[in-house]
């Protein structure tokens, strides 16, 4: 079997995909960003403004250290492998910047379909509106599973699928496998921006809006996006450069990791044993599987955005998932049928024969659709969590804030369960290969995760700017409905990358030990131990570091917003805030606090695999999974609960505490003061852990070699 045509259909395929995504960006362009007189396109040029400035000062940062990793990687690993690096991040980087484009163009046209359809029926109203927004949304997604495929196919066209070629880098005697190395660089180049861009962009966001809500919501009873308050435009631009540049690539990291992890798990256990077609199909699986998924995103995106009535935009979305989830599987089946019946000898692991890769990723995407809909059963707006969390407000913050904290460890247990029957299954009946492609399963198809997710941050963006510019209040209610369902599908995305994160590191584990020698992690063996036990510890110092950093710039907003609100013209609206202030003390805490997180996920990897060597590195990727894994499920239910909670009682759900109410105002602070802890802990802390345990395990399968052969305590005997 030859993989060119494999490659050229792919390659078509994206074509078709661009000029689509092309066509939709054009059409969201040419819609109305409505009435002049309302200051809508003002507003929302401000936003586009901001989001360009911290975009821009993001740059500046990853453009010197990837040039510098990038030549390391040369000199040092394989000489093409720097080049890949940037290939990776060249696509994240793509990916990013149409993202935050077209939301910035969308939001405003979202608020524009809301007002111009306020005087039909509010599911009419409601479902323009939706169609509108995902308009925008789904080519986030879009381009961001493009691209990544894109990049992946030509790295593997120009390297060649050749297990036995030798490196050419200073220390390629270390058994460095050139296509090996180049995909897991590719992979790391996702991972590094996807650092640079969720890290610096959480911290911005949340102190943002953290800063807006103590002092807007709770010192001065403002609405949620009033214009008087100074730190309005920044929580704007917040949700555009955390919430859609974040975690496209967050997913988009996620996402890539898995067909590289399946590709060089295939080499490293058929490639090396002189099984040379059995190689090529293990290769062309997951090639096939990334496209169809492309390819059945699509289709239940297009679904999604013309739909003419819908009673409730998460049901448009959620069948959109369904859509393509149900093509990822039939894909699956077909592709696992013509590439594996016809071989006379399998894999000895491949307990089903032919049909294990197609359980295998079935047992993936079974495994994300369940996490999602876990995520949204403890955090959705009707769940019975939610309504619970509202009866604590009643009787005070600390109450609201300690069972958002309860209901996210209890959550825990069932999507953990989820992820670790599902891939002990995928290895029973596949192998470590078989573990690969489960998680291959889970992210398959995605774009539509990915588009579900940019769907909530551009609705808060619409009902932004129609608080904003004094729109008729019907208005805010039409956003508002699509904001509380892009919290609960944020939630899902979120489960899809905790989930998908875990399942591509304890293949990349499995990987990481072949890779570094046929080597086995003895749980009895002191230098497994060390590694385990420091792998616990720094991923707790990790989320600990991501908090204060939040936190410490949440402080300065809003000592900025008090300042500004002793100018009493501002409070009574007669002055306009200072609102690039704001934005300047957002980006310049993100951008300088950033630097230690990134650091200690590298530096971390690299001094312990050339100072302990692999059986140590391995230990520290094994800690890290499962305290990173409950604390990133912890993190994100009791964050979304929590932010939810609030919300309730800002959609009037919550009988006689409705807004503009005594009971209203106390109930209501009791839950902005519990949505701030929430804030840092679902945007922040636990959006990077999986970032840093993807970023520990694809640097570790790269300079496996390497570590292996040269690290200090080899020469001390130990």
């Not at 009435?35 to 975009?55: L, N």
């Not at 510019?469 to 019907?474: A, D, I, Q, T, Y």
Request: proline share 3%; hydrophobic share 50%; with cysteine.
């Amino acid at each position: 079997m030859q993989l060119g045509p494999i490659y050229y259909v792919s390659l078509v395929v994206i074509a078709f995909v661009g000029a689509y995504m092309f066509r939709e960006y054009q059409g969201v362009k040419r819609l109305s960003e409505g009435p002049k007189e309302t200051g809508m396109s003002i507003m929302a040029e401000r936003i586009r403004e901001g989001s360009k400035v911290f975009t821009k000062s993001i740059f500046k940062v990853i453009v010197p250290v990837a040039i510098g990793i990038a030549i390391l990687l040369s000199l040092f690993v394989e000489t093409a492998g720097g080049l890949a690096f940037l290939a990776g991040l060249i696509c994240t980087s793509i990916s990013v910047i149409v993202g935050m484009s077209v939301g910035t163009y969308t939001n405003v046209r979202a608020t524009a379909t809301a007002l111009a359809n306020i005087d039909e029926d509010e599911n009419v109203a409601t479902t323009r509106t939706v169609n509108t927004t995902l308009k925008g949304s789904k080519i986030c997604g879009l381009i961001v599973h493009s691209t990544s495929v894109l990049g992946l196919i030509i790295v593997a066209m120009l390297s060649g699928i050749d297990a036995t070629a030798s490196g050419h880098g200073i220390l390629s005697t270390a058994a460095v496998i050139p296509i090996a190395t180049r995909l897991t660089a590719y992979s790391l180049g996702w991972s590094v921006v996807a650092m640079f861009c969720r890290v610096p962009g959480g911290i911005y966001t949340k102190a943002a809006d953290i800063g807006a809500d103590l002092i807007g919501k709770v010192f001065m009873h403002f609405d949620e996006d009033d214009p008087r308050n100074p730190a309005s435009i920044a929580d704007q631009v917040g949700d555009n450069v955390n919430d859609i540049d974040g975690n496209q690539a967050d997913l988009g990291e996620s996402f890539t990791a898995t067909p590289v992890t399946a590709i060089v798990t295939a080499i490293n256990a058929y490639g090396l044993i002189g099984n040379p077609e059995m190689l090529t199909i293990t290769v062309a699986f997951p090639i096939i599987m990334s496209v169809a998924g492309l390819i059945s995103s699509l289709i239940g995106l297009i679904y999604a955005s013309n739909v003419k009535i819908s009673k409730s935009p998460k049901s448009q979305l959620n069948m959109s998932m369904f859509i393509a989830a149900g093509g990822a599987i039939v894909a699956s089946f077909i592709a696992s049928l013509l590439l594996f019946s016809n071989q006379p000898t399998l894999p000895t692991e491949f307990k089903l024969g032919w049909a294990s890769p197609f359980v295998s990723t079935v047992c993936g995407i079974v495994a994300g659709v369940l996490i999602g809909f876990i995520a949204q059963h403890f955090t959705d707006l009707e769940s019975k969590w939610c309504i619970l969390a509202t009866e604590k407000a009643k009787q005070g913050s600390a109450l609201y804030a300690s069972f958002a904290q309860a209901a996210g460890w209890i959550s825990c247990f069932p999507e953990i369960a989820v992820v670790a029957i599902l891939s002990w299954l995928a290895w029973l009946i596949g192998g470590p290969y078989g573990q690969a492609v489960m998680a291959l399963g889970m992210l398959c198809f995605v774009a539509q995760p990915i588009s579900a997710d940019a769907f909530g941050p551009i609705s808060d963006n619409a009902g932004g700017i129609a608080e904003g510019c004094h729109l008729p209040p019907k208005v805010r209610v039409i956003t508002d409905k699509n904001d509380g369902t892009g919290n609960s599908t944020a939630a899902v995305g979120k489960g899809f990358a905790i989930g998908s994160a875990a399942a591509v590191v304890l293949s990349q584990t499995s990987t990481l030990m072949k890779a570094g020698g046929e080597l086995v992690l003895d749980l009895l063996n002191g230098n497994v131990m060390l590694g385990l036990l420091l792998g616990a510890g720094l991923m707790g110092t990790f989320c600990g570091l991501l908090a204060k950093y939040t936190l410490d710039a949440a402080d300065d907003m809003a000592a900025e917003c008090r300042k500004q609100f002793k100018d009493q013209d501002v409070v009574d609206g007669k002055k306009e805030p200072d609102y690039k202030a704001c934005i300047k003390i957002a980006t310049e805490n993100a951008i300088r606090k950033m630097i230690t997180p990134v650091a200690l996920a590298v530096g971390a990897t690299i001094f312990l695999g050339l100072t302990f060597g692999m059986k140590t590195l391995g230990g520290f990727l094994s800690g890290l999974i499962p305290v990173g894994l409950v604390g990133a499920i912890y993190f994100s239910n009791a964050g979304g609960l929590a932010d939810n909670g609030k919300k309730r009682f800002e959609a009037a759900l919550v009988k006689g505490y409705e807004p503009g109410t005594e009971l209203y105002n106390m109930a209501h602070d009791a839950a902005v003061v519990g949505d701030t802890m929430g804030d840092w802990m679902k945007d922040v802390v636990a959006v990077c852990i999986d970032i840093f345990m993807k970023i520990v395990g694809t640097l570790g399968i790269m300079l496996a070699p390497i570590f292996a052969h040269y690290y200090f305590f080899q020469f001390l005997g130990i």
